[in-house]
């Protein structure tokens, strides 16, 4: 109880016109619709469940992090965004997104994943647009990412620009 | 002298075997030398005058930068290193870089700055050289940074590569 009275007062069910996804609310998972109306809630709250986190990640295929470190890597970022499917009192973690941050010029997005039930509806864009809305809102003028190449177009969609004016990401490696 | 006191306690001269500019003690600036031994100390504690920053990034053509929002980067910053000529009981700002996190796997770095007057010595990379250190001493396994494309040669030295695996930085303008 405790956890959705403050879950719900840091979350938004933003989305409701911004994609056809959030407007069916007798969708049921995988055409196994049913009754009960569910609905799309983005939240910045921290209380993440760290099992159910890593099991959106396994679901992409990431490789398992230790979760000391994301449990560390979660109160050290700027932002931490979660997408939700909430039906009746249920819900379940179906995206996420992390930014970290100056708190006064730039920030960088990382580990932007939705659960792949949940893709191509939309859903990763609304929730780029949650985290954009809300780096904007803190003032954040340079938003910045490192895309995996076969993501480049997705960041493009919603006005990402690789390399502009010859920026170049670099990683280092030890030499 | 409480400032001295609490600033050479974070603080340390790494560079005297690392390149030759250290080695040089009877150096003076822009070949005025004298009698007086300098040295370069490196240090990452936060007290900074934020005039001395604004004059050094001033000498490097950058554009001016509201000094309440460079307060509260600086505070926000997982890492800020500065780079100090010592001359007796004189210290002169000649270097600056600093490093978003997540305390756990990542950190970008930014505003990687030598003076004009110090330049092309090896200080560039003796500051880089000092960044990495500190980051791989926190664990960091992933580190980042957007490079103009003049600079991109200088951080390949370092070790830092473009685009590793197709990987792209992107910067987001609202559309
Ligand atoms: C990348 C990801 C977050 C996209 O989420 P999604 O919910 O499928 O994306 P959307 O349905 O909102 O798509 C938005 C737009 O991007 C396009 N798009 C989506 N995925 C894309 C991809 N992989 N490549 C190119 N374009 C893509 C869509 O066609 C859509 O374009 P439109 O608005 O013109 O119709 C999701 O596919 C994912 O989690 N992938 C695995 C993890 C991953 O690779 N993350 C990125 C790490 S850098
Ligand atoms: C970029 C900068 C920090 C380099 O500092 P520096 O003290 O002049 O660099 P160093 O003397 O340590 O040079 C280290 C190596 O990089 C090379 N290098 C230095 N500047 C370079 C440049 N602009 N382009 C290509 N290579 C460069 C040097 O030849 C040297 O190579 P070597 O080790 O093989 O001899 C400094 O020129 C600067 O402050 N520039 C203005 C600010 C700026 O552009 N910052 C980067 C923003 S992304």
Redesign the interface.
Known sequence: MGFWKTWFSSSESVATNKTTAFEDHTRGDKGNSNAVSDSIVFSTERDIDLYELEELCDAVGWSR?PLR??K??I????LVASMWQVRGNKRRLIGFA?A???????A?I?DVVVHPDFQSQGLGKALMKYV?KKL?SEEIS????????HV?DF??T??????????????????
Do not use: C
Not at 75 to 78: L, R, T, Y
Not at 158 to 175: A, L, S, T, V
């Open positions: 992090r470190k994301v560390k890597a109160e050290h970022s700027f992390r970290t941050s100056d708190h006064a010029f730039n960088t990382w954009l904007r340079n938003v910045t990412l490192f895309a995996d190449p480049v960041y493009r919603m006005g990402f620009i690789p390399d502009p004016e010859g920026i170049k990401g670099m990683f280092w490696y030890p030499q």
